[in-house]
T-cell receptor, first 112, second 109 residues
């Protein structure tokens, strides 16, 4: 029944490790996003995919690589994790530019 | 580049009071504006979406207005309740959504 689902909900890992966060939406939306929410609660876009194609890639380190196997999934892989990567990562989707944005519940990443 | 500002950053009111949250944006070329609520440790819940051609939207005790020409939106909450305590975020939509910094609302019983 969940519209946008992310896994895992919590992720604790050490510096230097590689980790992935998965996102799936069952709304039939064409566009999916990854946002990062920092400690000050500011939401910043990282990536946007439309129908499996990358359309937005903000200034994000190359260690972050999105992967969209189909338009219902947008996964985020992070290499060589750093302390500054600790944040809450949100997946979101929408149908068209005039449609509302739907969010997942977030993945809290803690790098130690 | 679009910049979105929310004032005030924090607000504390007694239960039952009506209140207004403000959102301003610099680029009026938007598709729509969306208000969200975020509870601590949780995701974002959509409250209202106003298309660029609309002036306001209402849902229950919430009313959101949009003045695109002046780059402003307000979220009016009537008869506030302790359960309304949360962070409220506005986001304007172009090719992507640009988020404000949020207003943290506390409703005191």
């Amino acid at each position: 029944d969940t519209a946008v689902s992310q896994t895992p909900k919590y992720l604790v890992t050490q510096m230097g490790n590689d980790k992935s966060i998965k996102c799936e939406q069952n709304l039939g939306h064409d566009t999916m996003y990854w946002y990062k929410q920092d400690s000050k609660k500011f939401l910043k876009i990282m990536f946007s995919y439309n129908n499996k194609e990358l359309i937005i890639n903000e200034t994000v380190p190359n260690r972050f690589s999105p992967k969209s196997p189909d338009k219902a999934h947008l996964n985020l892989h992070i290499n060589s994790l750093e302390l500054g990567d600790s944040a809450v990562y949100f997946c979101a989707s929408r149908d068209t530019n005039n449609s509302p944005l739907h969010f997942g519940n977030g993945t809290r990443l803690t790098v130690t | 580049k679009q910049e979105v500002t929310q004032i005030p950053a924090a607000l504390s009111v007694p239960e039952g009071e009506n209140l207004v949250l403000n959102c301003s944006f610099t680029d009026s070329a938007i598709y729509n504006l969306q208000w969200f609520r975020q509870d601590p440790g949780k995701g974002l819940t959509s409250l209202l979406l106003i298309q660029s051609s609309q002036r306001e939207q209402t849902s229950g005790r919430l009313n959101a207005s949009l003045d695109k020409s002046s780059g402003r939106s307000t979220l009016y909450i009537a008869a506030s309740q302790p359960g309304d305590s949360a962070t409220y975020l506005c986001a304007v939509s172009g090719n992507q959504f640009y988020f404000g910094t949020g207003t943290s609302l506390t409703v005191i019983p």
